[in-house]
């Protein structure tokens, strides 16, 4: 089945330097990728949409500016926390799918971010 | 915002099936119902999906109401393993995921 793969899966930074996680599909070609954030006892909140070769697409509230999101190639998305701060601490999970008929979205393993 | 809605939380006996229930009064013909399930500190798995009919898999069956209008997530020989915060989402197949709260269940052994 589809797979994808996130990395790191934890880090641990300090505050004001910037974070890249990566998330790739590793048998198929995403040309649309999601990632989300969620903190402690709360649901997954969808931040933004990563579209291959284009702008990604932010939810409301969410900073694209502070959340860098490049989407190069049909298998690799990244997500920069620039100028982290202790409260963008959070799990970050990222979600891609063949997007063909019955073929569903399927999520990373998330990446624990931590910043001191 | 989330066009379902799940208990918060409920428990089962190890061995024994668990019935999750959805409600989705709004969904529109083209929507399908999804369930995900998120066991602590992972990323969610997919489970199973359905437009109006039935379906099984290896993991669970997957009932929806003939209206559509609500659905059942039934695992038949619950185990430990499957302790979780179940998700019921109802989207178009190529939408993106808006994530409700779920339902925690806890299999009790």
């Known amino acids: 089945g589809a797979v994808v793969s996130q990395h790191p899966s934890w880090v641990i930074c300090k505050s004001g330097t910037s974070v890249k996680i990566e998330c790739r599909s590793l048998?198929?070609?995403?040309?649309?990728m999601f990632w989300y954030r969620q903190f402690p006892k709360q649901s997954l909140m969808l931040m933004a949409t990563?579209?291959?070769?284009?702008?990604?697409?932010?939810e409301q509230g969410v900073e694209k500016d502070k959340f860098l999101i490049n989407h190069a190639s049909l298998t690799l998305s990244t997500l920069t926390v620039t100028s982290a701060h202790p409260e963008d601490s959070s799990f970050y999970i990222c979600?891609?799918?063949?997007?063909?008929?019955?073929?569903?979205?399927?999520f990373g393993n998330g990446t624990r971010l931590t910043v001191t | 915002d989330a066009k379902t809605t799940q208990p918060p939380s409920m428990d089962c006996a190890e061995g024994r099936a668990a019935n999750l229930p959805c409600n989705h009064s709004t969904i529109s013909g083209n929507e399908y119902v999804y369930w995900y399930r998120q066991i602590h500190s992972q990323g969610p798995q997919y489970i199973i999906h359905g437009l109006k009919n039935n379906e099984t898999n290896e993991m669970a069956s997957l009932i929806i109401t003939e209206d559509r209008k609500s659905s059942t997530l039934i695992l038949p020989h619950a185990t430990l393993r499957d302790t979780a915060v179940y998700y019921c989402i109802v989207m178009f197949r190529d939408d993106k995921i808006i994530f409700g709260k779920g339902t925690r269940l806890h299999i009790l052994p």
């Open positions: 048998d198929f070609q995403a040309t649309t």
């Open positions: 990563s579209n291959e070769g284009s702008k990604a697409t932010y």
């Open positions: 979600s891609a799918g063949r997007r063909s008929y019955n073929s569903p979205l399927h």
